[in-house]
């Protein structure tokens, strides 16, 4: 397994998990929590962000990986 | 008529003349039973009783009857309203035990004895006096005490652990049938609970009981009990991915030679462990 296939794999999880962070925010009923899950999410989506960013890098050194 | 069948209906009715009584006279009797309560609900029992053994005439037994339960009624209406009639009536707690020192004035006051103390704080799993810092005498003889604050049970506040929010959880089935108005006041409706069930592979026909609690997730239990549920494992599976991406980050951190890369991996590292953090307590 490549870094490169393992980093997507990484990315593809944690867009799950911030998936799952939103639908909790919503059904949450008490409002601390909501907004704790609320800024889990956004926190999560920067990082899904830069990750999103290092993979477009690596598909431009090394051009052979992408797809994959 | 023979006496005999004069005692029956007597008996009989006033069995329903004192339902209707102690009804009016409220529920807090039996809730908080005070020596004034207790008294009184003593007197109209023998009121009644004299009349149904034709101790007394029918006529007198119920005006006093109705003397007594009337001025019950007017005196604890009274004592909802003036704290001065509540104090007279039920007397007034008394602190029996200041800063771990027994008051033996307030003892004797009460006519309560030093063992009767002990007793009642045993009652209350307490062995050691030392323990306790405050006693209180309720009104209805009751003692309850407050601990030193090293010998009271930890709690999560005392210990500095952040706890998620218990709202009670609503049940959602009972005896197989979907009941709604809980459903809907969780913000939930029957397509939910169809897709939720669907996901277990139970139909609602062979539920027992189902609860949801304050996050959305779904206790169940069937009609038959060898059959094994999963259990909601929701929460759980997102702490742990969250835990593996981080994981994982710090992994390619140190794998890359790139230093702007490696940078951003240990950046995102941190950020997501201060993500897990903050969510950690409400995904347990």
């Given amino acids: 397994m490549t870094t490169y296939s393992r980093v997507k794999q990484t990315l593809v999880s944690l867009k799950g998990a911030q998936a799952n962070l939103e639908r909790y925010s919503l059904i949450a009923q008490d409002e601390a929590a909501k907004k704790t899950f609320q800024r889990s999410a956004e926190k999560l989506q920067l990082i899904t962000d830069r990750l999103q960013k290092r993979i477009q890098n690596m598909e431009w050194e090394e051009p052979q990986y992408k797809g994959f | ?284």
Avoid at chain 2, 165 to 190: C, H, K, S, Y
Avoid at chain 2, 194 to 220: C, W
Avoid at chain 2, 259 to 282: F, G, N, T, W
Wanted: hydrophobic fraction near 45%; glycine fraction near 6%; proline fraction near 3%.
């Fill in chain 2, 1 to 284: 008529m023979p006496s005999w069948l004069e005692i029956i209906i007597r008996s009989l009715s006033f069995i329903v003349v004192v339902i209707f009584l102690t009804r009016m006279l409220g529920r807090k009797m039996a809730a908080r039973m005070t020596y004034f309560d207790l008294i009184y609900g003593i007197v109209i029992g023998m009121i009644a009783a004299a009349i149904s053994i034709k101790l007394v005439d029918v006529l007198s037994g119920v005006i006093a009857l109705l003397t007594w339960s009337l001025v019950g009624i007017g005196l604890s209406y009274l004592s909802l309203k003036s704290k001065g009639v509540r104090d007279l009536i039920h007397g007034r707690e008394a602190v029996v035990i200041k800063h771990g020192k027994i008051m033996e004035d307030q003892l004797k006051k009460m006519r309560f004895s030093p063992e009767d103390l002990l007793q009642q704080l045993r009652h209350k799993q307490i062995f050691n006096l030392a323990d306790v810092e405050f006693a209180v005498m309720e009104s209805n003889g009751e003692i309850n005490a407050l601990l030193k604050s090293n010998r009271q049970p930890i709690t999560p506040k005392l210990l500095g652990i952040q706890t998620a929010v218990e709202t009670g959880a609503q049940t959602v089935i009972l005896d197989g049938n979907i009941i709604d108005e809980p459903l809907t006041t969780m913000g939930l409706n029957r397509g939910w609970l169809r897709t939720e069930l669907e996901k277990i592979g139970v139909s609602p026909e062979n539920i027992f009981l189902a609860q949801v609690d304050a996050m959305g997730e779904l206790y169940i239990d069937l009609f038959d009990d060898s059959i094994q549920v999963p259990k909601p494992t929701a929460k759980q599976l997102l702490l742990n991915t969250l835990k593996q991406a981080k994981a994982d980050l710090d992994a390619y951190s140190l794998d890359t030679d790139h230093p702007r890369a490696k940078q951003m991996y240990e950046q995102c590292a941190r950020e997501l462990s201060s993500v897990i953090y903050d969510v950690k307590h409400l995904l347990k």
